[in-house]
């Protein structure tokens, strides 16, 4: 028999995944406090309840896709862990910090059952298309058993290493594509003002040593490369806001860890200053914006 899966957080990115699910012939039980998410989810063929333990009662699975780590703690320490049988499997795949998730999965494997961290890189459309990347924390066991349930929403799922190893290299990754974002954007910039045309410039540092995931698969520049958000006026994508929750995340550990990131530190600030000035929901790559006349 198929297996039932609880699903809690049917946003953006909850509810692609969760229609997933039930396109790969899982049951899904779904809860979200938002009603509208509800409704979607209805539609996409999952089973809803306006309780929480009424959507956890007797599954196999729970997946969790959630704003933040202090809603994923309240969530798993006042529902999931109590209501949810023994023994089912938990995999949060909100991106949230490695202390909350290392103590989430430490409370939920002393409880007796297996659980995961599995944040997903690929934003709304990858989520909507079952191509999500996954990173992925646990034991061994937790992970082989989460892995085809994962696979049913993604196109990559990769065992990061153990409880909150997955939420690490979510923040590294996040970490370094802020800093690349604003590299790549400054170098556009420069040119231009250096007299080069920017198709020209992309033409050449795409196949020379300059060449990165920001320029060559997210240009910043609308009309140049292939088409990302830049082309649709910067709406749409991962926004600014997004990319600043995960570059505090990673400052976060940074100094829990006694890491030196002054290039992460600097992109931190300037995303900072970005989303403080109202573009808060821009996509990340219009950060372009404040270097170009
Ligand atoms: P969202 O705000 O669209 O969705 C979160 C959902 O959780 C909402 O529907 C909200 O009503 C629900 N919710 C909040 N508290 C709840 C509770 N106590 N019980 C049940 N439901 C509750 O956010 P999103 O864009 O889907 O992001 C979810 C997670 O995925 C975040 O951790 C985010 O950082 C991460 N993420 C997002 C993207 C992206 O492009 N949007 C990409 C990668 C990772």
Redesign the pocket.
Known sequence: MAKRIAF????????GMAANLVAKGFKVEA????P??LGRARLAGCRTHTS?NAALDGVDVVV?????GK??R??FDQ?VLKWTPTGALLID????DVDTARDVIALATGKGFAMVDA??????A??AAGT?TFMVGGSAAAFAQAKPVLAAMGSAVIHAGAAGAGQAA?MCNNMLLGATMIATSEAFAMAERLGLDLQTFYDISSKASGQNWSMTSYCPVPGVGPKTPADNDYQG???AA?ML??LRLAMAAANATHADVPMGRRATELYEKFVAAGHAGLDFSAIIKTLRK
């Open positions: 809690i957080g049917l946003g953006n990115m909850g509810g809860f979200d406090l938002d509208a998410a929480i969790t896709m959630l704003p933040d809603i994923v309240n969530v529902d795949c909100s991106t949230i944040p997903v890189s690929g934003g709304i990858a989520a999500l979510k994508g991962f926004t997004l929750k995960d």
